[in-house]
């Protein structure tokens, strides 16, 4: 075991602080990667603050982080996929099972036995859960690393490795969006990078918001129209037009109005995660064939095409950098939504 330091979270009510815990030494199949940048997401928040418990309560300490990027250090023997100096990126996930259908289809995220970056069960190491990326290192099973463009800024990138796959994800599982008419629900975190891809991809982006201030902010990163969703002229003069919307909001709101914007077998899919159930008006549904589907991040496999994909179109995340020292801070603006669009951490600070 290598001790390592880390920012932990002591109870549901601690801050963030200092800390030390331990990382195991690279089996044969694993890559020690010292860690550059660790994005700040809003799960993050809600697992140190133990806020999901009833599905997934945290084990404390707990060192959250799933959105690493960092430099490899050290491969084991039978590695073949990465070598020292290679920069590398790890996302939510870091273990599964290997054999399951979800495995063998490539969707790691939902094999039973999936292991991710914190707060899961680590077959390592008896009795103790997984430290993400809020550290110094960390260590992974070389098929769970993934390779980084070497063209783009690894403080953008880090957040690619959440909500940059829980985007681009739904977005290609709905197939050819060139030239269709594409919604994106929020300009967040996940919002940002609804926007980028669906203009990337040729769609026609239309952002929905409930702040005016942010049509600018919408334009400027590919947008070509914005609506005000509290405004019902706007929303009633766009229902029944749109192809396909990606919901980003997580705070409670009606998705029957965002519903009716479908057209005819339209798809509109969920990757926030409100607190409370929404309501859903079947009527909404059945009237125009249309659907409504959750996503959750990605395998592994459609992760390195993401980022592949990012390198050919000079993709990243927008992000503000902050040391670690700064990161309880951090977590009071992002329940603010005081940040554009993502907080990267730059891990150097920890050695400070």
């Known amino acids: 075991m290598n001790n390592t330091k880390a920012y932990a979270a002591v109870s549901a009510t601690a801050p963030l602080a200092a800390a030390t815990i331990a990382r195991r030494e690279p089996t044969p199949h694993d890559v020690q990667i010292e860690i550059l940048f660790c994005g700040v997401c809003h799960s993050d928040l809600h697992t140190v603050r133990d806020e999901w418990s009833s599905v997934m309560p945290t084990v404390y300490p707990c060192v959250p982080g799933h959105e690493i990027v960092g430099r490899v250090t050290r491969v084991g023997s039978a590695v073949t996929s990465h070598k020292p100096g290679d920069m590398v990126g790890v996302g939510c996930l870091v273990d599964s099972d290997h054999i399951c259908p979800s495995c063998q289809a490539h969707d790691e995220q939902f094999c039973p036995e999936a292991t991710f970056a914190y707060n899961s069960p680590d077959k390592h190491q008896t009795a103790a859960v997984t430290y993400g990326g809020y550290s110094e290192s960390i260590v992974v099973d070389e098929r769970f690393v993934l390779r980084i463009p070497k063209n783009l800024d690894p403080a953008g990138v880090a957040p690619l490795l959440c909500a940059g796959i829980t985007t681009y994800s739904p977005i290609r599982r709905w197939g050819d969006i060139s030239g269709k008419k594409v919604g994106v629900v929020g300009l967040g975190g996940l919002g940002h990078m609804g926007v980028k891809f669906t203009k990337a991809f040729g769609a026609k982006v239309v952002v929905f918001t409930t702040s005016p201030g942010k049509k600018d902010d919408a334009l400027h990163l590919g947008a070509d129209e914005v609506i005000i969703s509290t405004d019902a002229r706007q929303m009633k003069q766009h229902a029944g037009t749109f192809d396909y919307i990606l919901n980003t909001v997580s705070a409670d709101h009606d998705i029957n109005a965002y519903i009716q914007m479908l057209g005819l077998d339209g798809n509109i899919t969920l990757v926030g995660i409100p607190e409370k159930p929404l309501p ?73």
């Open 280 to 352: 859903v008006a079947a009527f909404a549904l059945l009237f125009g064939r249309r659907s409504l589907s959750g996503s959750l991040i990605g395998g592994i496999r459609e992760t390195q095409e993401m980022l592949d994909f990012c390198g050919e179109k000079n993709i990243t995340a927008d992000v503000e950098i902050i040391p670690i020292q700064q990161v309880n801070e951090a977590y009071e603006r992002l329940l603010k939504s005081d940040v554009k669009y993502r907080f990267s951490i730059d891990m150097a600070s920890l050695k400070k």
